[in-house]
């Protein structure tokens, strides 16, 4: 399909009242033509025939027409902008259910300006085309067309000469679409770039400023500003060289008719009515052409931004559903990872995992930064999906069930936060927004959250600010796993999840995930050997390999990696326990002296 082909058909659904609008022009434009031959007759019949009587019946003709007219072009114009309204709200809506298809990887690559800029900028170009565009060159080409009949029928001769402008209006249209069409590209791709700046310097404004870099982002900005600028300068240049061309060949159609149709009229070839009625066509004629120029423009404007936009919506997501899923309503949260490896841009992220978890069990997952934790654990949510070998969960391979069932059945507190700008409440509850609030609490309730939440100025309804700004770090992995927990989940994930809180809030999370009364299969990926070391299962991760597994107690007997991490960690714990005891007790021995 291509983007028009694509365009056309949100447009057809429309097609009646589009062609309901239509006619409605048209009648404008042939009530347009009346005018004309009423005035010739006053000059021939009123004037010169001395018909006096006709008069007020022409005058009276006259402003009926006007009357008409103007009915009718409001009625026209509701028609195309409610068009347009329709037309983009189905576009919006189809694009954005795309967008939220679209896996992590097409969301890795493209910039969040750039998605924006389609759904703002390109949409409003789409906009204008239909609400406006369309009919105007319809009614232009129409009026062109039907006033050189009119002139044809009128005295062809006259008109045949006035046809002599119209193959350098083509050659000069063709010119400015030829190179109009690289400019318009550039002005939407320049708009997507100071769009992409834009947002993310907003996004990052605490980075910048913590960083002094105010200046420097100025300047940046300044270059972005300069590439707009100077993009929209280069098509501006376009028309403003096109536009006089088009305004020279409307006036030479006027030079003609001056110049033809007097020497007609004075050689008795035409009546002087017959001049004033064609006078009278040539601003239909005039017009047009006039407008040629700027209607070019927005066509090159529409084409580009509904190629764009489609090019964005036609992207397939590597991840997709399977034809005919296995359906998964409830799964148990047995988990099988058979010899996956998984690469990215031709780099092995993972290699040849197997490891197997029984439902109910817990699995940590230990390994030092860029080991591939967060990766498995994409890959168990299908996030991204193996290059290699099979992911099963209760015994069925993750791409045979029903993508957003299986993730229905996930929870996860991601590693990077994300919170909606929301109240505390909506963000717990984004899973169930209908659930009874004695639920969020319960979940807040064991993620430690309660507590904390109650404190803030409106407890559960405290809007939390974008991405939760105004919340402590460990805060925001709080509700992100109350958030995680409340959709009572087959397979819990807890991707670093408690690395910003204290040992002891950790220590009571922990107790809470022990006492969860549904069967509930754990992934804890961390750090700390403290929030580990009792899960049933501990992998540890170097490279995108598992180099040991077992229980904590299989791990140390084994004296790897493991054992090592567990003696820096108790190591100096232990160390410091002991420096603390001996301080305590010189200070005891110190204030006892005294
Ligand atoms: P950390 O402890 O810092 O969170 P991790 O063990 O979770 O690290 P991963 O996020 O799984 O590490 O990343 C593992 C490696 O894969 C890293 O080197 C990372 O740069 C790379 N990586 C992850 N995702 C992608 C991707 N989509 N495309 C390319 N490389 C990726
Ligand atoms: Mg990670």
Redesign the pocket.
Known sequence: MTAMKWFYSFLKKHNRSMALGLVMVTVISVLAIVKPIVSGSIVDDVIIAGRYELLPKLIALLILITVLRGLLRYWSQVTFETCSQNVLYAMRDTVYRKLLQED??FY?KKRTGDLLSRQTGDMDAIRHFIAFVIYQVYENVFLFFFALIMIFTVKWTLALCMCAVLPFTLLVTLSQRKNGRPRFQKIREQFSSLNTFVQENISGNRVVKAFSKEDYEISKFNKENDGYRDAELAAAEIWTKYVPLFEFLSNMLTIILMLVGSIMVIQGAMTLGNYVTINGYLWMLTNPLRQIGWRINDIQRFTTSVEKIYATYSEEPKVKRPDKAIPCERLKGDVTFRNVSYS??D?E?IHNVSFTVKSGQTVGIL?S???????IMNLLCRF?DVTDGEVLVDGRNVKDLDLYNLRQNIGMAM?DVFLFSDTVEGNIAYSKPDCPFEEVQKAAVMADADSFIREMPDGYDTIVGERGVGLSGGQKQRISLARALLKEPSILILD?TTSAVDMETESYIQQQLNAIEHKCTNFV?AYRISSIKDSDLILV?NDGCIVEQGTHDELLANNGYYATVFRHQYGEFEKYVDELNTTTDRGGEAHGTK
Do not use: P, R
């Open positions: 992590f990887d890795n990215a841009d780099e992220i390994g930064t860029g080991s591939g934790k967060s990766t991204y590693q670093d990926v991760l």
